[in-house]
């Protein structure tokens, strides 16, 4: 199911560390799992993305890891930088075809410089 | 890489109007577009799932005669607020999708509405 969260959660970070954003999902048929990044005023912005067959995956500067045993994304980034800081969001949905996608509550990156 | 357009990128309207937004894939086909409304500090929610050249599907809550959606092309969807009030007023977001899987699924920069 949908979760919405009325109140961002919000991390902040000191420029040049790690960040690590969290995220619970619901639906255990869900089989692929997408970390988006929003900027202010613009849509979604593909960061990594992971299928249940995985519990790692990394990018260039991220990593994601899934525990499918406890329902349970994360998103990691190293050497986080000024341009890091938005707002993220984990997003699900069963490996269907054209389903759409579930959204996480988000989560507010700030760097601070 | 594969791009999505709104149009346009906000709009500010009366109260009782209607408004038309506008969602182009500019450089492949898209079978199936999804609309997402998104209210300040809060995610994205799903409004409807529009294939082309059929109904589109609505998610619980979401009244169909008010948010009018049609997907005439494999390019063009269009999301119409009709008699738009004050509460209508958010941040409207496409994506679309070439049939490939939920991997390829393409989001627009978004439409901000604001009815006064």
């Known amino acids: 199911g949908e979760s919405v969260g009325l109140h961002l959660p919000t991390l902040s970070v000191q420029e040049g560390d790690n960040s690590i954003i969290n995220c619970a999902y619901s639906n255990s048929a869900s089989d692929y799992f997408i970390w988006y990044k929003q900027e202010s005023g613009k849509g979604p912005q593909f960061i990594i993305d992971?299928?249940?067959?995985?519990d790692k995956r990394q990018g260039q500067r991220v990593t994601v890891l899934l525990n499918k045993t406890v329902k349970h994304l994360s998103l990691q980034i190293a050497a986080t930088q000024p341009g890091d800081s938005a707002v993220y969001f984990c997003a699900e949905t069963p490996n269907s075809g054209n389903t759409p996608l579930v959204f996480g509550k988000g989560t507010r990156l700030s760097v601070i410089a | 890489g594969a791009v999505v357009s709104q149009h346009p990128s906000w709009v500010i309207c009366k109260s009782g109007t209607s408004v038309k937004i506008e969602c182009r894939s500019l450089d492949f086909q898209a079978t199936t577009m999804f609309w997402y409304r998104q209210f300040p500090k809060q995610s994205l929610m799903l409004m409807a799932t529009?294939?082309?050249?059929?109904?589109?599907?609505?998610e619980q809550g979401v009244e169909k005669d008010k948010f009018l959606i049609n997907h005439a092309s494999l390019t063009l969807s269009t999301l119409t607020v009709t008699s738009a009030h004050p509460e209508d007023s958010s941040f409207y977001i496409c994506?679309?999708?070439?049939?490939?899987?939920?991997?390829?699924?393409?989001f627009g920069p978004g439409t901000r509405l604001l009815v006064l």
């Open positions: 992971i299928r249940s067959n995985m």
């Open positions: 994506s679309a999708s070439n049939a490939r899987g939920p991997e390829t699924q393409y």
């Open positions: 529009s294939n082309e050249g059929s109904k589109a599907t609505y």
